[in-house]
Structure formats: structure tokens, C-alpha cells
């Protein structure tokens, strides 16, 4: 019996969207490992991420060190889900070279989700304290400043989830 080709899943959406629901779905497969940004910033930049043009750097940073553990992951033949938002065509690229390096599989999961629908999640979740970051309406509206839908253009295998 031959194993599955490892899958790298990638997510796109705004803040509040959904991504890191939707990961934890996803990692529940088995072979399958989630690694999330906002815990990996969080626990290891927690006095440096005060702005977004910090979090624009200590993404970067985060990425770098990160991309060849995951190509590692996928050849040793782990699926894994990457809860880092592909919310630009730059961001994009950079995991397009890691599922090429990697030979695996990927699937880019759209999270076509409004704004207001995102605000009102992300004051709930900002309520609840559940989460590594509780963006405020400034920072929700800096970020998504930044999004970038996917393009068909770009040939990534994309799932589109809508908002319930």
C-alpha cells in the first residue's frame, strides 16, 4: 500500500476570517502537521510585535527559518497545513517554492469572507482573549489593505470557502 502524496495546505483570507478554524480541521488528518504563525510569532517575538511594520519583518524572518523545515516535513512525508496567511502574490510565491523544493502536492484555501462579516468575528474573538493577537479595527484595516484575492493567473489548486 502506497502512502498519499504529502499536501501542503496554504490559507487565504483576512483577518477573522476563519484561517486558523479551518487549520485545525485540516491538521486532524492523519500524517498531518499544522504549523501557525500567529503561535510561532507570538511565543517567539512577544516583546518585538508591536506594530505591523513589525510584523511585516518577524513574518519574513519567521518564513526564512521555517521554509526548509517544511520542505523537510513534506519529503519525509508528512502532510502539513500552513496556517500563514497567502494574502499576496509575494507571500504566495514564497510557498509555491516550498511545495515545488518540497515535490509535494498543495491546495490553497480561499476564505471569501466580507468585512464586516471579519470585523464582527474579530470583536468576538478580541472578547473571548482566545487568541495569540487581538487585532484592532486600525490594524484590521492596515492589514487588509495588503490582501490580494488569488488570481487564476497565479496556478495554485484553490478551494474557495465561503462565509456560514
Not at 487585532?135 to 470557502?161: C, K, L, M, N, Q
Request: charged share 20%.
Amino acid at each position: 500500500m502506497t502512502s498519499p502524496t504529502p499536501m501542503l495546505h496554504l490559507v487565504c483570507g483576512k483577518i477573522a476570517a476563519g484561517k486558523s478554524t479551518l487549520t485545525a480541521t485540516l491538521a486532524a488528518a492523519p500524517g498531518t502537521i499544522l504549523l501557525s504563525e500567529d503561535h510561532w510569532l507570538a511565543r517567539l517575538y512577544p516583546e518585538e510585535l508591536g506594530s505591523v511594520a513589525d510584523y511585516i519583518r518577524l513574518s519574513a524572518r519567521l518564513r526564512q527559518a521555517l521554509g526548509p523545515h517544511v520542505v523537510a516535513l513534506l519529503r519525509a512525508g508528512l502532510s502539513v497545513v500552513l496556517d500563514f496567511p497567502a494574502n499576496t502574490p509575494g507571500l504566495r510565491l514564497w510557498m509555491r517554492g516550498v511545495f515545488e523544493e518540497a515535490g509535494a502536492a498543495h491546495t490553497l484555501h480561499f476564505l471569501d469572507v466580507s468585512d464586516e462579516i471579519c470585523r464582527r468575528r474579530l470583536h468576538a474573538r478580541n472578547a473571548a482573549g482566545g487568541h495569540d493577537f487581538a487585532a484592532t479595527d486600525a490594524e484590521f484595516d492596515a492589514i487588509t489593505r495588503y490582501f490580494v484575492p488569488p488570481d487564476p493567473a497565479e496556478g495554485f489548486s484553490v478551494i474557495r470557502h465561503l462565509a456560514d
